[in-house]
């Protein structure tokens, strides 16, 4: 079984700053991988990075990276340059080899402020 | 591309009544195709994966004949709601993987259905 904790209900940060969100999760595969998804008001779900957790080098894409640290089971994800168009939901979630179906922590609700 | 289209976006039934939801891979093939349930202010609940041309696999707790699948082709998967409640309103959500893509390729997923049964 899969489980994805994200403690942070609730983030907030200036527009150009940076934010980090925390994310742990526990699987006993030795195959998976993980993701960050944003949903804007919209509700509409958007994939933000995505890590092979057979990868030691952490996922990057603009301004969104990742600190994957495997042995911790954690898996932030950091925005630099924040945008006012970055407020959104986050979820982190998992995927593994054998269940074939993503399992998502209860999400991070960020504010970006002017 | 990978674009996935969910109709209704909102949906309003009386108690009693079903209602259908579509979930279409508008650009691609897709054998599987997850549908979810979301609470406000709540995570995604995976209810169950829908396989073309075959049964779908409920996960513990859903009702399977209170929560009707069917993936009849590899465009499109439905969800019916059947005997609608109030407890059953809520936002559900729908996502497909590409046939061309492996296990773990990222999801597609709907703009998701908000239900309201009155």
């Known amino acids: 079984a899969q489980t994805v904790t994200q403690s942070q209900p609730e983030m907030s940060v200036q527009e150009a700053e940076t934010v980090t969100l925390s994310c742990t999760y526990d699987?006993?595969?030795?195959?998976?991988?993980l993701f960050w998804y944003k949903q804007p008001p919209s509700r509409q779900m958007i994939l933000v990075i995505r890590?092979?957790?057979?990868?030691?080098q952490n996922a990057t894409e603009n301004r969104f990276s990742v600190n994957f640290q495997k042995a911790a089971k954690s898996f932030s994800l950091k925005i630099s340059d924040s945008q006012l168009g970055d407020a959104a939901m986050y979820f982190c979630?998992?995927?593994?080899?054998?269940?074939?179906?993503?399992?998502f922590g209860t999400g991070t609700r960020l504010q970006v402020t002017l | 591309g990978a674009v996935v289209s969910q109709h209704p976006s909102w949906v309003i039934c009386k108690s009693g009544t079903s209602v259908k939801i579509e979930c279409r891979s508008l650009?691609?093939?897709?054998?599987?195709m997850f549908w979810y349930r979301q609470f406000p202010k709540q995570s995604l609940m995976l209810m169950a994966t829908?396989?073309?041309?075959?049964?779908?696999?409920?996960e513990q707790g859903v009702e399977k004949d209170k929560f009707l699948i069917n993936h009849a082709s590899l465009t499109l998967s439905t969800l019916t709601v059947t005997s609608a409640h109030p407890e059953d309103s809520s936002f559900y959500i729908c996502?497909?993987?590409?046939?061309?893509?492996?296990?773990?390729?990222?999801?597609?997923f709907g703009n998701g259905t908000r239900l309201t049964v009155t």
């Open positions: 890590q092979e957790a057979y990868k030691q």
């Open positions: 650009d691609f093939q897709a054998t599987t």
């Open positions: 996502s497909a993987r590409n046939l061309q893509g492996a296990y773990n390729s990222p999801l597609h």
């Open positions: 699987t006993s595969e030795s195959d998976y991988y």
């Open positions: 829908s396989n073309e041309g075959s049964k779908a696999t409920y």
């Open positions: 979630a998992s995927l593994s080899g054998t269940a074939s179906k993503l399992t």
